[in-house]
Every structure is written in structure tokens, then in C-alpha cells.
């Protein structure tokens, strides 16, 4: 009798461990199932990081060899052959990323202005001063204001190694790069645009408003923060794209411009409405409507005529801000102080700063005791 009671619990005691194994087998088959993301054609990886959030990444995207059947096209120049070898990639490997940047997908919506500025690899200098100025992560009017800077890599060889680990370093310290592995270059502007808009619909879908910018602006995030919390009935969930308006132009056809394309790139003679890139402000939901509208839109060099064309394919229109300056202040005389404060205290944003003036401007600004004779307000 003894001896049966033994063998029944040895028996009960082996088919609790078979249920505890089998258990444990099907939910670490079930958690490698949900570590894959399946979205239209696109089948990604997701690693787990410390904090439980992803890395996604993919494959390095290989040339259409094709593009150099295009008529005229060797005798286009390297930049624009490259950029049509490999117009068809939307997606690269990331090589610095901040899945958390936001405190994840449910919290984002507490940012309410997120800094997204465009900076080359070599730029240190210009990253450090605007750590310390308009881009300084705070609380302000009792509302978030995040940073980040978004990269692709440059040079080649050593050179390239060491400013890859520049941005390793910097990251380290202040979490606020995101790297992928393309050519840092002109004519990438826009890709670098579709990249973080992708990295913005898994990591900060809900933030509620965006300045895209460069690194050599003199932005005037305090009034932006006042500017965005006096929308009438917008909180971020609606539509919002405003910066210098330019409109009622097309492609420049001269070689010899920054702003070259060919016509093997566009062949219509016309853009449509867009905002100036150095700097323009938008809402999460324009973001994430730009974002869905450029997977069916073919890449163009100019990265804010290719926004303006996400916009108009969404039926939806940028606006003109007076406060928002890309081409520059206008100063009416030679024999002023183009950097008075008294001219920058209430715009938004000024292009082309250097360093040392941006870091100067925004202390002087922002001085309580400045006193502004009303002449000198733009």
C-alpha cells in the first residue's frame, strides 16, 4: 500500500514538470512569434532591448541597376546617378537608436514639441551649442520639449570609424542621436525625412507637435511652445504644416545650382506649395499622414518640396508663418545691428546662425532684464 501511494506521487510530481515544460516551450514559441513585425511587404526583426522596447533593422538595400537605362543618364553627375541607383530605398540599417525617446509608444503623447534636427556627423560644435540653447530638453509652460538629432554616416575608412564613434560618444551622454547607415549627403535630405518618420510611427505616434529643422537655425522654441498652445481646437490630433511659404515654382534646371534636378528625376515643371526645410512646424497627425502618403510617392532630392508633395497627394496645404525666417531676417539698414535681440525676441525662426552667434542670441533673448524699443520688433 505504501508502495502504491510512492508510485503515485512520483507519478503526479513527473506530469506537474511535463505540464511546467510544455508550458514554458509554448510561450517562448508564442514570444518569438510577436518578436516578428509583419507591415505590407517589409518583414522586420525586432530585438529586445533592456528596457523591453525594439531595435528594428534591415538589410542594406542594393542598387537598380536598371536606372542606367534612363535616357541622358550618363551624362548626369555622380550625386544624381547614385541618388537614382538607389531612389527606390526606404529603408536602412540603424546604427544609433532611441526606441524610448519618447517613454515609449503610450506615454508619448506627454511630448508636446519634439525637436527633430537634421546634423551631419561632423558637426559636433553646432550640436553642443544647441544642447544648450533652444534645443535644451525642459519642461516649459508646463509642457515637454524633447531633442532629437538625425544623422546618416560620411566619409570612408578611418575617417569614417572615428565620426561614427563621435556620435556613439554623444549619445552615451545626452540620448539624443538617431544614426542610420546611408551617405550623409545633399541629395539624401529627404530619405533622412522618410526615415524618421518611419522611426516616429513605432516610437512617438502620439507626440503632439514636431519643429523639423537644421542645425544652423536660431529657433525660438519658447515661443513656439506659446505659439502651439494657443491653437484654437488643435492639440496635435488635427492638421498643421506652417513655416515660410513658398509657392509657384519648379524644378531649377541649371546645372550649376545646390537645387539641380534633371528631368530623369522630375519631369513636371512645376511644385506644388510647400515650406521652406530650415525650419517649419507640424502637428503629430500631419506627420503621420506625410508618413503614409510617401509609401506611394517616389523620392525626390528636395526634401521640403517632397513634403509639400505628400501634403497635396493628402489634400491637405501648408500655411505661412510671419514668425518663421529660412530666407533670412530683413534688416532695413546697413548701419543697424543685425544681431540686436530686440529683432529675434519675437520670431520663431531665423536661418543660418553660426555657432558662437546662436549661443549668444539665445542668452541675450532670454535675458529678463531686455528692453526693447518697439521699432526694433519685427
Known amino acids: 500500500m ?3 501511494r510512492e508510485r503515485t506521487f512520483l507519478l503526479v510530481g513527473v506530469m506537474g514538470f511535463l505540464v511546467f515544460y510544455l508550458s514554458k516551450d509554448f510561450m517562448d514559441h508564442k514570444n518569438i512569434h510577436l518578436n516578428i513585425d509583419v507591415r505590407g511587404d517589409d ?15 534591415w538589410p542594406r538595400c542594393e542598387r537598380n541597376v536598371s536606372a542606367a537605362n534612363i535616357t541622358g543618364f550618363s551624362s548626369l553627375s555622380g550625386e544624381i546617378k547614385d541618388f537614382l541607383y538607389y531612389r527606390h530605398c526606404k529603408h536602412f540599417p540603424m546604427l544609433l537608436d532611441l526606441p524610448d525617446k519618447c517613454g515609449g509608444v503610450d506615454k508619448s503623447a506627454e511630448v508636446f514639441l519634439l525637436l527633430v534636427i537634421k546634423s551631419s556627423p561632423v558637426n559636433y560644435e553646432r550640436r553642443e551649442v544647441l544642447r544648450k540653447t533652444w534645443a535644451k530638453e525642459r519642461l516649459h509652460n508646463g509642457v515637454w520639449v524633447r531633442r532629437i538629432f538625425i544623422s546618416g554616416t560620411m566619409d570612408t575608412g578611418f575617417e569614417k570609424e572615428r565620426l561614427n564613434k563621435l556620435l556613439e560618444l554623444e549619445q552615451r551622454e545626452y540620448s539624443d542621436i538617431l544614426q542610420w547607415d546611408f551617405n550623409e549627403r545633399f541629395y539624401n535630405l529627404t530619405l533622412k525625412q522618410v526615415l524618421f518618420l518611419q522611426w516616429m510611427e513605432r516610437n512617438c505616434p502620439n507626440v503632439r507637435f514636431l519643429l523639423n529643422g537644421d542645425d544652423d537655425v536660431f529657433a525660438n522654441t519658447n515661443n513656439m511652445v506659446v505659439y502651439l498652445q494657443g491653437l484654437e ?7 498643421l504644416f506652417t513655416g515660410h511659404l513658398i509657392q509657384n515654382v519648379g524644378p531649377i534646371r541649371y546645372p550649376s545650382s545646390k537645387y539641380f534636378i534633371p528631368v530623369q528625376v522630375q519631369e513636371s515643371n512645376s511644385y506644388p506649395p510647400y515650406c521652406g526645410g530650415g525650419g517649419f512646424l507640424l502637428s503629430g497627425f500631419t506627420a503621420s499622414v506625410i508618413y503614409n502618403m510617401s509609401q506611394s510617392i517616389t523620392l525626390l532630392p528636395i526634401d521640403d518640396v517632397y513634403m509639400g508633395m505628400c501634403l ?23 548701419k543697424l545691428d543685425g544681431y540686436d535681440p530686440c529683432y529675434y525676441k519675437e520670431v520663431l525662426l531665423v536661418h543660418r546662425f553660426l555657432p558662437a552667434h546662436l549661443y549668444l542670441m539665445w542668452n541675450r533673448v532670454n535675458n529678463p532684464n531686455l528692453k526693447c524699443n518697439t521699432q526694433l520688433k519685427v
Do not use: F
Open 312 to 334: 497635396a497627394k493628402a489634400g491637405l496645404s501648408p500655411s505661412s508663418h510671419m514668425g518663421v525666417k529660412t530666407a533670412g531676417l530683413y534688416i532695413p539698414s546697413s
Open 233 to 239: 481646437n488643435n492639440d496635435g490630433g488635427k492638421h
Open 2 to 4: 505504501r508502495c502504491n
Open 43 to 57: 518583414i522586420k526583426i525586432r530585438q529586445h532591448t533592456p528596457n523591453h522596447s525594439y531595435v528594428y533593422s
